[in-house]
Every structure is written in C-alpha cells, then in structure tokens.
C-alpha cells in the first residue's frame, strides 16, 4: 500500500528563517500530493497540492514540488513567521478512491 | 459558504459503550470520508461514502461502522469501545470520489474512553 516518510520534529525555526519540511512517499500508479496543516487543536487544513509530476503547489508563501523521479514532495517556506507554527503532515492519494495517507506530522515551532 | 461540520466537539465514554458520531459535507459534496487521529500521529483512514454507498474502508475492526444519508450527511458509529479508540476523529468530504479531488476536512470530535 501506500506509504509517506516525513522528516521528524519537531523543528525550531527563528522568525525569518527559510523552512524546509521533507517528505517521501511510496505510491503505485500516479498519486496526487498534499500537503495540509493543523494548528493546535483544530482539524487539518490544506495548504497545498500537486497532481502530476513536475507540479508545483503554492499558498501562503509555502511551495512544493512534485518529484517522480525522487518520489518526494518537499515543503519549503523563504521566511517562517510565528503564525506558523503547527504540525504539517504530507499526504497522498492514488487511485479513483478517496483515501488519503498521511505521514506521521512535522511540528514546526517558530520563535521571534 | 460553511465548512464541514461536526458533532458533537468532543464527548466522554466509558468502555463497553456505543459512541455516535455526525459530519455535515461541504453543500454539493457528495463524498464523505471518515479518519482516526491518535495523539501524535497523523490520520488514518476509516471509510469512505459516496453517493450512500461504502467506497472504501482502512484497517478497522468490524466495530467501526458507517453510514451516508439521502442529504450526503453521514454518521460513524463505534461499538463496545475500548481504551485505544480514545482519539480526534475526522471526517472531510469532497466533491467527487477520488481522482485529484481535493478533501476538505472538518474540525473534529475528540472522543475520551475511560
């Protein structure tokens, strides 16, 4: 079945300072890509997705980049803000069904 | 437009006990998907309805059950609950099933088992 490896937390950033989350995936076929966010005691949120390799996501000043070849789908951010900070899980989806499958979260953790 | 909705936001049992759990979709989703967040983990796949019928189902025993209503609302209903089902239970939906479909997700209910 489907797998996604996430790099683990948490992680402290400094405001300002560039982020990268890396996450890898094991899919057959050719999977969608997500990236979704949840803040403390909230549900998940999307923050971004990539359909086809080569994509590229975007929101928030957040981006992704579909990679078949590496069969990852890192998240990057140029300047980390306070309001950042929260667990990131990446997720993908293969196939006509609606299952997603998440890795197991990142928390990023933003000081001033 | 609202979002998807949950009900109730948390809820307390004890074990042996039967727990009922609501989602409203987006309006015009017909998909409804149900996940089970354990603390520190990320969410794993329960069921999937679409258009009333099972779609798909994750590694659950048999006392997970689920339904999909005429208005695409749907109910997750766990039996004879044990500690280990103490978690946040999602639930999103989505316009179609599958494919790149995006899946939007609602708050949650935090179930405690004691």
């Known amino acids: 079945g489907d797998s996604v490896t996430q790099m683990e937390g948490p992680v402290t950033l400094s405001e300002e300072a560039f982020l990268t989350i890396n996450c890898t995936y094991t899919?057959?076929?050719?999977?969608?890509l997500f990236w979704y966010v949840q803040y403390p005691g909230e549900g998940l949120q999307l923050l971004l997705k990539a359909t086809k390799a080569d994509d590229k996501g975007s929101n928030k000043g957040f981006e992704a980049t579909y990679r078949k070849e590496t069969t990852s789908f890192h998240l990057e951010k140029g300047s980390v803000q306070v309001s950042d900070s929260a667990v990131y899980f990446c997720a993908v989806k293969t196939g006509t069904a609606s299952k997603l499958t998440f890795g197991t979260g990142t928390r990023l953790q933003v000081t001033l | 437009d609202a979002g998807v909705t949950q009900s109730p936001t948390h809820l307390i049992k004890t074990r042996g006990q039967h727990v009922t759990l609501r989602c409203s979709p987006i309006s015009g989703h017909k998909s409804v998907s149900w996940y089970q967040q354990v603390l520190g983990q990320g969410p794993q796949f329960i069921f999937q309805?679409?258009?009333?019928?099972?779609?798909g189902r994750g590694n659950f025993p048999d006392r997970f059950s689920a339904r999909q209503f005429p208005n695409y609302s749907s109910e997750l209903n766990v039996n004879a609950l044990l500690l280990g089902d103490s978690a946040l239970y999602l639930c999103?939906?989505?316009?179609?099933?599958?494919?790149?479909?995006?899946?939007?997700f609602g708050p949650g209910t935090r179930l405690t088992v004691l």
């Open positions: 999103a939906s989505s316009q179609t099933s599958g494919g790149t479909d995006t899946q939007y």
């Open positions: 899919a057959t076929g050719y999977p969608s």
């Open positions: 309805y679409y258009e009333k019928e099972e779609r």
